[in-house]
T-cell receptor, first 109, second 113 residues
Framework: DAKTTQPTSMDCAEGRAANLPCNHS???????VYWYRQIHSQGPQYIIH???NNETNEMASLIITEDRKSSTLILPHATLRDTAVYYC??????????FGAGTRLTVKP | DAGVIQSPRHEVTEMGQEVTLRCKPI?????LFWYRQTMMRGLELLIY????????DSGMPEDRFSAKMPNASFSTLKIQPSEPRDSAVYFC???????????FGSGTRLTVV
C-alpha cells in the first residue's frame, strides 16, 4: 500500500523552478517527509526532509502543507544535471525507507 | 570520507553459483540497509541492521538470500544458489541514528546467466 502519490513524469525548462508535488494523506504524526533523487543508475541521493515546517538547504526547498497531507519539493533554478527520478517518502525518523515509483523529472534546454 | 563502498561493481555468474556482495558503510553510521532495484519492481528494501543486529528481513525474497553484519564496518549479502531472476542492481546504504537520511553506495550490478 503506497503511502505517497507522485506524478509519473514532469518537464521543466532549464533555469526555471521545478516544483514536484507529493500527496501523503495518511501520514502519521511522527512521520517525516523525505525526498531523494536518483540520477540514471546511480545510487539514490538524499535531498531534504521535514516534519511540519518548511525546510531549505543548498539543494532544494521543501514546502509542507499545514495539514501535512501534501508537500512540494522546489528546485529553484533547475539545470540539466537535475534530470532524475525524484522520490517522496514518508517514514518515522531515519526508519526504513520504502521507495515508490517516483517522478521522472526532465529538465529541457 | 569515502562514502559507502560496495564491491564488486559488476558481477556476472552462472545460475546455481553462490554470489556474495559486500558493503562497507560510512564510519560512525550505525544503520545499514540492503536494497534491490529492477525495472519491474523498482527499489525494494531487502533487510536492514541497527548496531549490527538485523531488525527487519521481511523483504528478503527467499531463503536463498542471507545477509550478515559481523561488525560495524562490513556487511555481506549472499545468494545461494543464484537464479536468473536475481539479476538486478543491489544497493547498500548507511545512516546515522540522528542523521539526515541515507547515504547510498554506487551499487553492484548482478547478472545471473
Amino acid at each position: 500500500d503506497a503511502k505517497t502519490t507522485q506524478p509519473t513524469s514532469m518537464d521543466c525548462a532549464e533555469g526555471r523552478a521545478a516544483n514536484l508535488p507529493c500527496n501523503h494523506s495518511t501520514i502519521s504524526g511522527n512521520e517525516y517527509v523525505y525526498w531523494y533523487r536518483q540520477i540514471h543508475s546511480q545510487g539514490p541521493q538524499y535531498i531534504i526532509h521535514g516534519l511540519k515546517n518548511n525546510e531549505t538547504n543548498e539543494m532544494a526547498s521543501l514546502i509542507i502543507t499545514e495539514d501535512r497531507k501534501s508537500s512540494t519539493l522546489i528546485l529553484p533554478h533547475a539545470t540539466l544535471r537535475d534530470t532524475a527520478v525524484y522520490y517522496c517518502i514518508v517514514s518515522s525518523y531515519n526508519n526504513d525507507m520504502r521507495f515508490g515509483a517516483g517522478t521522472r523529472l526532465t529538465v529541457k534546454p | 570520507d569515502a562514502g559507502v563502498i560496495q564491491s564488486p561493481r559488476h558481477e556476472v555468474t552462472e545460475m546455481g553459483q553462490e554470489v556474495t556482495l559486500r558493503c562497507k558503510p560510512i564510519s560512525g553510521h550505525n544503520s545499514l540497509f540492503w536494497y534491490r532495484q529492477t525495472m519491474m519492481r523498482g527499489l525494494e528494501l531487502l533487510i536492514y541492521f541497527n548496531n549490527n543486529v538485523p531488525i527487519d528481513d521481511s523483504g528478503m525474497p527467499e531463503d536463498r538470500f542471507s545477509a550478515k553484519m559481523p561488525n560495524a564496518s562490513f556487511s555481506t549479502l549472499k545468494i545461494q544458489p543464484s537464479e536468473p531472476r536475481d539479476s538486478a542492481v543491489y544497493f547498500c546504504a548507511s545512516s546515522l541514528p540522528q542523521g539526515n537520511g541515507y547515504t547510498f553506495g554506487s551499487g553492484t550490478r548482478l547478472t545471473v546467466v
